[in-house]
């Protein structure tokens, strides 16, 4: 999105330069054979125009492209925080398990993105799927640990999606150093 933006005031600016120099005739005075030559540098311009922006569009899609890559690798545990795609919004929280259930974790929430500030001081539902990874903070690094090895009262930050009012966890990380209050 920022390059077609850059790529609009590039455009712009091209245009901008161009007006006084094809108003006043190109600089000639030479009539319709010098017309005749403004209004083919007009038409190359307007090619190297749309080559530049077919360009840039090219380039969004190959940025797309990477995206998609970085959430692929974010779903099987890979990467680090997921790509935002249009129709899917991510949440990150952390705060302190206040109950478990097999299908959810309440959690006491301290901090987190603008989905969760709402939230922050309360107790938030957050869903859990079989797809959801569990980690735990060891100075060596994270390891994988089981839902079952969750404890009320553990710090944890969880990254995930959101519909609506609904929090999914993708990710949940126990005793990060940086998420206790």
């Given at each position: 999105?920022?390059?077609?933006?850059?790529?609009?005031?590039?455009?712009l600016?091209?245009?901008?330069?161009?007006?006084?120099?094809?108003?006043?005739?190109?600089?000639?005075?030479?009539?319709?054979?010098?017309?005749?030559?403004n209004?083919?540098?007009?038409?190359?311009?307007?090619?190297?125009?749309?080559?530049?922006?077919?360009?840039?569009?090219?380039?969004?899609?190959?940025?797309?492209?990477?995206?998609?890559?970085?959430?692929?690798?974010?779903?099987?545990?890979?990467?680090?925080?997921?790509?935002?795609?249009?129709?899917?919004?991510?949440?990150?929280?952390?705060?302190?398990?206040?109950?478990?259930?097999?299908?959810?974790?309440?959690?006491?929430?301290?901090n987190?993105?603008?989905?969760?500030?709402?939230?922050?001081?309360?107790?938030?539902?957050?869903?859990v799927?079989?797809?959801?990874?569990?980690?735990?903070?060891?100075?060596?690094?994270?390891?994988?640990?089981?839902?079952?090895?969750?404890?009320?009262?553990?710090?944890?930050?969880?990254?995930?999606?959101?519909?609506?009012?609904?929090?999914?966890?993708?990710?949940?990380?126990?005793?990060?150093?940086?998420?206790?209050?």
């Amino acid at each position: 999105m920022k390059k077609r933006w850059a790529l609009l005031i590039v455009v712009l600016a091209l245009l901008v330069a161009a007006t006084p120099v094809l108003a006043s005739g190109g600089g000639n005075q030479g009539g319709n054979q010098n017309g005749h030559q403004n209004q083919e540098q007009n038409q190359d311009q307007d090619k190297n125009q749309d080559q530049e922006q077919n360009q840039g569009e090219g380039q969004s899609q190959e940025q797309n492209q990477n995206q998609e890559q970085n959430h692929n690798q974010e779903q099987n545990g890979q990467g680090g925080q997921p790509a935002s795609r249009p129709g899917k919004q991510f949440f990150t929280l952390t705060g302190n398990i206040s109950a478990l259930d097999p299908s959810a974790i309440t959690v006491m929430v301290h901090n987190g993105n603008r989905f969760v500030k709402p939230y922050v001081g309360q107790d938030l539902v957050v869903s859990v799927t079989g797809g959801t990874v569990y980690r735990m903070y060891t100075p060596d690094g994270c390891v994988p640990i089981d839902f079952e090895d969750l404890e009320i009262g553990d710090s944890v930050s969880i990254v995930g999606s959101v519909s609506g009012d609904a929090f999914t966890a993708q990710r949940v990380t126990v005793d990060v150093p940086c998420c206790t209050p």
